[in-house]
């Protein structure tokens, strides 16, 4: 007497047919996803050019500074005052320069915040929604199967 070995996968197969998978859903979920890697992207590439921009500005004053500085003067006082004014103009410009990187960041900050959010809302919403269609679709199929 030969036995028959169970065919497991007509068994998989009726199984998986049975609870269909919602490609449609997946689908969302990578479109938000997307988006909110572009939308962060975008925050960071323009707070980068910021930083850029703000960092080629305070070298290009710095130098236009050193350059008054390294001028000939006709007393030796002048040398030491010339130092001086290069110094806390160097100083005043530092703190001017370091307010301007903090309200970069402080906005690179707030995006990203207000990103996060509204994609933690959106995915909350199409989980939300995948779930509702999913239990829809079991329990059709408990109910088809019961028959």
Do not use: C, N, R, W
């Given at each position: 007497m030969a036995t028959k070995t169970q065919d497991f996968t007509a068994v998989m197969k009726d199984?998986?047919?049975?609870?269909?998978?919602?490609?449609?859903?997946?689908e969302d979920a990578f479109k938000t996803q997307?988006?909110?890697?572009?939308?962060?992207?975008?925050?960071?590439?323009?707070?980068a050019q910021k930083s850029t921009d703000l960092s080629a500005k305070w070298?290009?004053?710095t130098l236009a500074k050193m350059n008054d500085m390294t001028k000939a003067k006709?007393?030796?006082?002048?040398?030491?005052?010339?130092m001086t004014d290069f110094a806390?103009?160097?100083a005043?410009?530092?703190?001017?320069?370091?307010?301007?990187?903090a309200e970069i960041a402080k906005k690179v900050q707030t995006e990203t915040l207000e990103l996060m959010m509204a994609a933690g809302k959106d995915?909350?919403?199409d989980m939300s929604a995948a779930a509702k269609k999913a239990t829809a679709?079991?329990?059709a199929a408990a109910k088809k199967a019961a028959k």
């Open positions: 199984m998986m047919g049975a609870f269909p998978v919602d490609t449609k859903a997946m997307t988006t909110l890697a572009e939308k962060l992207s975008a925050v960071s590439i323009d707070a070298a290009q004053d006709s007393e030796p006082a002048d040398y030491a005052k010339a806390s103009a160097s005043e410009a530092a703190s001017e320069h370091m307010a301007a990187y995915m909350s919403e679709e079991v329990t």
